[in-house]
């Protein structure tokens, strides 16, 4: 087998593509599982670090997963293997591979999860959510762009759900008025929906809204469309893979990076 990089090459890089500076104080980025030591020759790049993740990291013999969502959130007081998350570090330890995770810093860096997503509704002149950002400030959640051209807000919602890895998305309608600029929070971002009609925002697109929250945008006159958490996020799987591989491109040693293909949203449809 040729030599593969080090974890600590490869925390590095990922370090270069979301700063954990720009992470929130809650959060939980960076290495999780594993040695900064340890030699890596494949990388699986995903959402969410589940079973399924973890079966297909051991299938395609990869050796570090890298995630969206931080497989550890808090402090653990015990490691039960009969418990779900005791069992899953208990198989990735066994078969040596580590996890690291890039979370909101990941949502918030340039060509992130915020970036991919306004770039795949089509927005155009997309600045950071808190407006124009001022030279040498640091970029923010969300991003707040503009259509290339008005369109009615069911004519947009069935743009969102094609665009995304969504079986279906909801709507929220506030009237008939239609859209040209256009906010988004990627996840569960409906805390945001003040400050995006605040902005002027025609329509808002995030996920996880709940019923209260969407009676609130109607209210305040601004249509949300609810892409779900899975959809307005699982893209940025496939883009970390191909940005982590340039960035290790030049390094010497040699390391695959795979993107898992296999996960589905949690939520259907019956």
């Known amino acids: 087998m040729s030599k593969g990089l ?18 929130e104080e809650w959060d939980n980025p960076g290495l999780l599982v594993g040695s900064p030591a340890q030699e890596v020759h494949k990388i699986l ?25 931080p497989l550890i959130f808090k402090g653990l007081k015990k490691l039960r293997t ?6 899953r570090l208990q198989k990735l330890m066994v078969h ?6 890039a979370h909101t810093n990941l949502d918030t860096a340039e060509g992130g999860v915020n970036d991919v997503l306004a770039n795949l509704m089509g927005l155009t002149d997309i600045q950071p959510f808190a407006g124009k950002a001022e030279e040498g400030a640091e970029p ?38 239609q859209v040209k600029k256009v906010a988004l929070c990627s996840g569960a971002g409906a805390e945001f929906i003040a400050k995006a009609s605040f902005l002027g925002a025609d329509a808002y697109v995030t996920g996880d809204v709940k019923y209260h ?8 006159g601004i249509h949300v469309i609810d892409g779900g958490h899975f959809g307005t996020e699982f893209p940025i799987a496939a883009v970390l893979r191909d940005r982590l ?13 795979v993107t898992d293909t296999l996960s589905k949203d949690i939520f259907s449809v019956i």
Do not use: N, W
């Open 6 to 23: 080090k974890c600590q090459q490869v925390m590095e890089a990922l370090e270069r593509i979301a700063p954990k500076r720009l992470a």
């Open 140 to 177: 923010t959640l969300g991003r707040i762009g503009y259509l290339p051209e008005a369109m009615s807000i069911e004519g947009f919602a069935r743009q969102v759900k094609a665009a995304l890895p969504a079986d279906y998305v909801r709507l929220v309608k506030a009237g008939d008025k």
């Open 45 to 69: 790049t995903c959402l969410d670090v589940t079973d399924e993740v973890v079966e297909e990291a051991v299938s395609l013999g990869a050796d570090m997963i890298v995630a969206h969502h």
């Open 82 to 87: 009969d418990l779900p998350l005791g069992a």
């Open 213 to 220: 929250e969407a009676q609130q945008a109607v209210e305040m």
């Open 96 to 101: 040596g591979i580590a996890v690291a995770a």
């Open 245 to 257: 591989a340039g960035e290790l491109s030049g390094l010497k040693g040699t390391v695959e990076v």
